[in-house]
Every structure is written in structure tokens, then in C-alpha cells.
């Protein structure tokens, strides 16, 4: 079945980019929304975003001036990259598989099926 | 943002206690809500989504309902491995939004 695993620095410096890196192994890339959620610390879930297989993307507004996710399909992974950290990003980060349902005119990122085992990140001098 | 309230937040119960977990939208959301369970140190895993269908592979002791704006997760019996927080999501408009987690634990 897929299995979704994250992978980047631990320890990030304030004012720096936090960048991970979600594999998906076990099937495609294709045909789904690919996700980042973040937990504070003893905290609950935030979405950050998503991308979906073709590209297009859908940010968190409140992270959306800091927030970059990209995929690259040849590899079957897909990025995330956060700004400006502060102490506040400090954070379990996971990559999560969305789920897409479809109205009579659209579709949509719904719920997230499938997730990695998630990394911490700590952002500290 | 749509904000997601869950009552309560934490709950006590004992093994065989049938127990209710609420959560209620800012908006209404029709029926784009799932839960998820997570246990200290693990991943959140997908419970039921559509507000009450079941994802495979977990047990019928679980249900859920309800649409608009009020929900409500169900564990008819609990067992020992039940004991861990509950989320409710919406995903009726962007961001997806998750409830704080009610934190059930052993009695």
C-alpha cells in the first residue's frame, strides 16, 4: 500500500528556510493532493497546503506569504519549503495523501487518507 | 476560516463505555467532515470521512453523524486501544480545518 515518508533537517536557524521532502512509495503521485500539516508542540493540526500531481497548489493564507510546495512526479516526492522561521514553525511536520471529491462544477481537496510518520523541526539559534 | 469546536476536550471512560465525541462548525459544512485518531508520538489516522463513512480496515465500533454544522463521533464499546485524541476536519472550504482534539483517556 502507499506509504508516505518525510525527510529534511531537524534544526533550522531563525530567519532561514525550512525544507522537507515527502517520498511516496508503494504507488503514484498521480490523481491525488498531496499535503503538509504541522503540530506544535503538545498542540493540535494546521494545514499548510497542498499540491496536486499537475502542480497547482493551494496555500494556508496564514502561511501563504512564507509557503512553497512543488512536486516533482519523476521522483514521486513532493516538497515544502516555509521562510522566515521562527520559533513558532517549531513543529512536528507531516505529508499527508488528500483525498479530491468533485461537485457538479468542481473538484476539491477533501480528506487526507493516507500520512507519513512525520519529523520534527526545530527552529533555534 | 471555518472554525471547528469539539466538546469536550477531554473525556474519562472505562473499557466497554459507549462514549460521544462532539463537533460543531462555525458554518455549515453539509457533510464534508472526517475524524481522525492519534495516538502520543504517531501520525493521525483516518477514522471516517463523508461524516459517516468508514474508512476500511477500522472496526464498526465506530460511527459517525450529523450534517451542517453539528457532528458527533461514536465508539460504542470502548477498547484498551481507543484511549488517544480525536479530530474532527472540515473540508468544505479552503483551509481545511481541524477541531482542537478532545483527549480521551482511561478511567
Known amino acids: 500500500q502507499v506509504q508516505l515518508q518525510e525527510s529534511g533537517p531537524g534544526l533550522v536557524k531563525p530567519s532561514e528556510t525550512l525544507s522537507l521532502t515527502c517520498t511516496v512509495s508503494?504507488?503514484?503521485?498521480?490523481?491525488?493532493?498531496w499535503s503538509w500539516i504541522r503540530q506544535p508542540p503538545g498542540k493540535g493540526l494546521e494545514w499548510i497546503g497542498y499540491i496536486y500531481y499537475s502542480g497547482s497548489t493551494n496555500y494556508n493564507p496564514s502561511l501563504k506569504s512564507r509557503v512553497t510546495i512543488s512536486v516533482d512526479t519523476s521522483k514521486n516526492q513532493f516538497s515544502l519549503k516555509l521562510s522566515s522561521v521562527t520559533a513558532a514553525d517549531t513543529a512536528v511536520y507531516y505529508c499527508?495523501?488528500?483525498?479530491?471529491?468533485?461537485?457538479?462544477?468542481?473538484?476539491?481537496?477533501?480528506?487526507?487518507?493516507?500520512w507519513g510518520k512525520g519529523t520534527t523541526v526545530t527552529v533555534s539559534s | 476560516a471555518i472554525r471547528m469546536t469539539q466538546s469536550p476536550s477531554s473525556l474519562s471512560a472505562s473499557t466497554g463505555d459507549r462514549v460521544t465525541i462532539t463537533c460543531r462548525a462555525s458554518?455549515?459544512?453539509?457533510?464534508?467532515l472526517a475524524w481522525y485518531q492519534q495516538k502520543p508520538g504517531k501520525a493521525p489516522k483516518l477514522l471516517i470521512y463523508a461524516a459517516s463513512t468508514l474508512q476500511s480496515g477500522v472496526p464498526s465500533r465506530f460511527s459517525g453523524s450529523g450534517s451542517g454544522t453539528d457532528f458527533t463521533l461514536t465508539i460504542s464499546c470502548l477498547q484498551s486501544e481507543d484511549f488517544a485524541t480525536y479530530y474532527c476536519q472540515q473540508y468544505y472550504s479552503y483551509p481545511p480545518t481541524f477541531g482542537q482534539g478532545t483527549r480521551l483517556e482511561i478511567k
Open positions: 499527508a495523501r488528500g483525498v479530491g471529491y468533485c461537485s457538479s462544477t468542481s473538484c476539491a481537496h477533501g480528506y487526507m487518507d493516507v
Open positions: 458554518q455549515g459544512i453539509s457533510s464534508y
Open positions: 508503494g504507488g503514484s503521485i498521480s490523481s491525488y493532493y
